[in-house]
């Protein structure tokens, strides 16, 4: 039985994480919960799991929940805050930690959960784009677990699974191009929050629904792709994949590919490494390649003309350092500004471009620490900050 500690509970991965535990009562036991502010899910969650503790993001927040939980006569202990959630991450009765809180704030939980022991199943790009430096040199040491869920990944953990390394010629992260596929510049000119949000095939957070708007959460996978696997990123191809169906895939040094397929659901990936090394039982619909929409498969390249944050990952990965950090925490801000109404579409891409320039040229510390990443990480938001107002 693995005892999990879910950082992000009330989000996208987090409910389908708790799902995944509901339908396999004697697989898992739930020690922690962490979240940001919905503290209705959150109590919903408490009564069904019984964890032991839970932390909100805010401490008002957590208070109430406090008090509507010993009204109830519910023990779960509620924390608060970074310390709070960091003591979810590092619960002594846990073994297995889900990363899945949106943005480089899940980096610190993870670096402490790791250095407590804990196996990690990842589904927060955000902590290898800006801490992969820091982050996979500390899993080796401790002999823990990193177990992919992004979909991507989780797909070419599985392709690669058994291959020796000296046998992968290529990754291959496959998009579904997003609700702005096959748009021109200008077309993207006007486009709102609202049509930003519209994506063809997955169901997602704000954030990451943006990111896939703007084809920056391919950048983030490149890059997260290049930790995991110890790929170089220009190994690291995009291919437009609208249908969804195929989740990436590997070209092999004798020209031959691997593929991993699958209905675009996350309950997979999450059981994949939740399981690990073990598949588990079906709990959703049975893949059937005859379905209408699923037999005809098709490619395209990705156009960085159109959506230059690709390239500018590329670049960033190329070059390391700080400035993945320094690209991931422009990306964040400028997201909720654009969410906030606060700037147009592609002013997303401006200011990150702009906060990136502003570093490309500067001094980086041949070994990154995890205060350095955090340091630059604020930092870059400030500018970015400033850049927008």
Known sequence: MRVLSILGSTGSIGTQTLEVARRNPDDFKVAGLACGSDIDLLYRQIEEFMPEAVSVADSAKADELRSRLNSAGIKTEVLSGEDGVISIATLGSCDTVVGAMVGVAGLLPTYKAILAGKDIALANKETLVSGGDVIMPLVKEKGVALLPVDSEHCAIWQCLRGEKASNLDRILITASGGPFRGKSRDELVGMTAENALQHPTWKMGGKITIDSSTMMNKGLEIIEAHHLFGVSVDRIDVVVHPQSVIHSMVRFCDGSVMAQMGKP????????????????????EEFDPFAKGLCDLTFEKCDTEVFGLVDLAYEAGRQGGILPAVMNAANEVAVNAFLNGKIGFLDIEKTVKTVYEDYSGRYLPDKLTIEDVLSYDREARIKAGEYID
């Open 265 to 284: 659901s996350m309950i997979l990936p999450i059981m994949v490494a939740l399981y690990y090394p073990d598949r588990g039982p079906r709990i959703i």
